[in-house]
């Protein structure tokens, strides 16, 4: 189940993680080494992401109803709480830089295979 940036066309991730399907998976990967490689954790619906119990930065990208990224935090620490955008309905959370290595901005427009 990949992630594709569509705009850049690009590869985000070729192993789409949620909390519904792999809840215990997914914690331990978060709270152990973090998000692996090639992964990408979508979180829906989300307000807000906290980062309390991980030992490494990530990065976040909010995305709206259309699937375009609306905010975006790179790097972004454990041990801390972000908001997510007025317009946001979910997010993603990717290994540290990996948005700056696939060009990824605001107002790309994601695609998640979520079969």
């Known amino acids: 189940m990949p992630v594709f940036n569509k705009t850049r066309s690009t590869l985000l991730g070729g192993t789409l993680l ?4 792999h809840f215990q998976k997914t914690l331990g990967l978060l709270n152990g ?3 692996p490689g090639d992964c990408v954790l979508w979180i829906s619906p989300c307000h807000g992401i906290y980062t309390v119990g991980m030992k490494n930065p990530v990065d976040i990208a909010f995305l709206d109803c259309d699937w ?8 972004f620490p454990p041990g ?7 317009s946001a309905v979910s ?3 990717l290994p540290a830089d990996r948005l700056s290595e696939s ?3 605001v107002g790309d427009i994601l695609e998640l295979d979520l079969e």
């Open 18 to 21: 949620t909390l519904n399907r």
């Open 33 to 35: 080494g973090g998000i």
């Open 68 to 75: 375009r990224i609306v905010k975006i935090l790179k790097n």
């Open 80 to 86: 801390c709480f972000a908001d997510s955008a007025p």
């Open 91 to 93: 997010a993603i959370e």
């Open 103 to 105: 060009r990824t901005s």
